[in-house]
């Protein structure tokens, strides 16, 4: 068992409001480039830090250890962060600062984060009003305010027996597939049931 519990890594995408996007409470906290400015803003001190620093050019802590990695590199700084959490034992993981600003980064956040759920992490992935849950399988509760759009993709080729209660539109052992959005745009008032057997599924919740 890991003894720090939950993870929290604070990414780098631009924010208007970064004092605005909430942030859990977590044993360990990992800083990616720019996100050591967010942490820095909000008085969150980090136990690592680690980026190309192509984003993030101020002075670096003397106190904590910081992982350089090259400019030219076949992933980003958040995938890299999000393996290091699996890797040492992490399971519960939180991307604040993970969505927005530049789409291919935000496509690249949701497959680095589908891919720790297939080593079975659950991931949530944090942005100025979205919120995306990354899970390999299992059930997830939530409460679904009337203002939010709730939204489930298939992140894998194929995501079966996906049940969803208490929604507008609910599932009953439905099979998702990763070219059909069959699950976009629901809605609900209250506590949402979303279970699924195999595969990643992505459980969104935008702002309307």
Do not use: W
Request: glycine share 10%; proline share 4%.
């Amino acid at each position: 068992m890991n003894p720090y519990g939950s993870c929290l890594i604070l990414s780098g995408a631009p924010s208007a409001a970064p004092l605005d996007v909430g942030l859990p409470e977590a044993d360990f906290v990992i800083a990616c480039d720019r996100g050591y400015a967010y942490a820095k803003a909000r008085a969150v001190c980090p136990d690592i830090i680690i980026g190309d620093f192509d984003s993030y050019s101020g002075d670096l802590p003397r106190d904590i250890p910081v992982v350089r990695l090259p400019v030219r590199k076949d992933d980003t700084d958040t995938g890299y962060a999000l393996r290091y959490a699996v890797e040492h034992g992490f399971r519960d993981i939180c991307v604040a600062y993970a969505l927005g600003g530049r789409l291919d980064h935000t496509l690249a956040n949701l497959q680095s984060a589908a891919d720790a759920a297939s080593k079975g992490a659950r991931v949530v992935l944090m942005g100025e009003d979205t919120t995306v849950y990354v899970l390999g399988g299992g059930t997830l509760r939530l409460m679904v305010a009337a203002d939010v759009a709730l939204s489930v993709f298939a992140l894998s080729d194929v995501v079966t027996d996906v049940c969803i209660e208490g929604a507008q539109y609910t599932l009953d052992n439905a099979t998702l597939d990763n070219k059909y959005p069959l699950g976009v745009s629901n809605g609900a008032a209250g506590e949402v049931t979303i279970a699924h057997r195999e595969g990643i599924l992505a459980v969104m919740l935008c702002a309307k």
